[in-house]
């Protein structure tokens, strides 16, 4: 959904920015989303109270409130599909590559 | 401290799961899915759907096809373990949202008393271990249990985008969606980035 989103929008993204935090994904806020996100997937406390000001500094508080909802919803969301088995298409395969992470064994 | 105010419409769907959860299911009493969100958050798992609930809270990608049969095996019903299944997630959404903007999670609700009230469904198996209503893919996951499938969508359509092909307003189908002034782009790297750290790739 995020390449297609890109597309169409005419943005330069760069995929490898979701596996690879280091790298600029090219969207507005990139990095500080990576690192809200990632310190809220892990729980990580002291890393979220950093991740949060910046996030609210660089793209306001309601923005920010919205990328922890987003966030929310897909940790519920990859619950769903990983408790039932239910892995990517066959034609997404080639998205581990795409983003700079190889798909688990359990996917090929 | 840069805690941000709960949103009113998040308070509002937190009061609605409360309820949910609380009350009896399809196949739970109320006393047993508390219980079940209670195991999702840590407490000791006494029962096969506790633990059931205990795995897909914490280590979701670690699941295979070897556990999910040796969980039905010990006196679980498929549709039970969709009604756990449901449970946890919506609670995983609700808690990494609170603790994302800052706040400690909600205090679990006290259950209601009552019987579950089982609903029969045409579900079959079409692509994933559990029985669907048409092929399994995110929308149906849940639909053998069709108030676990619908409550789903409540957190989907509140926390991110009705999950439907609208080309307008706040759906899946609109590609120029902005919440809050977080693009569509943006709310898609937030969903990529977190289905990596999940290790999930759907």
Known sequence: ??????????????????????????????????????????????????????????????????????????????????????GPPDGMLAIGDAIGVPLPDRHR | MSAIDIPTDFTALHDREWDRLSHPGTWLTGRERVAVAAAARGEAASSPAEEAAAVISTAPATITRDWFDAVLARDLSTEQYVEVLGIVARLRALDTTRFGLGHNPRPLPEPHDGEPSPITTQAVIDGSWVPTIGVAFPPTILSAVPPENEAMFDVHTTLYLAPDGNPDGNSMGNMNAVREGLSRSQMEFVAARTSLLNDCFF
């Open chain 1, 1 to 86: 959904m995020l390449r297609a989103s890109a597309r169409h929008h005419n943005e330069d993204i760069n995929l490898l920015g979701v596996g690879r935090p280091h790298v600029d994904v090219g969207l507005p806020g990139g990095r500080v989303l990576s690192a809200l996100v990632e310190a809220a997937v892990l729980r990580d406390g002291d890393e979220m109270e950093r991740a949060r000001t910046q996030a609210i500094e660089v793209l306001g508080s309601g923005a920010t409130a919205r990328a922890v909802q987003v966030t929310g919803n897909f940790e519920m969301m990859n619950r769903l599909l990983d408790a039932v088995g239910v």
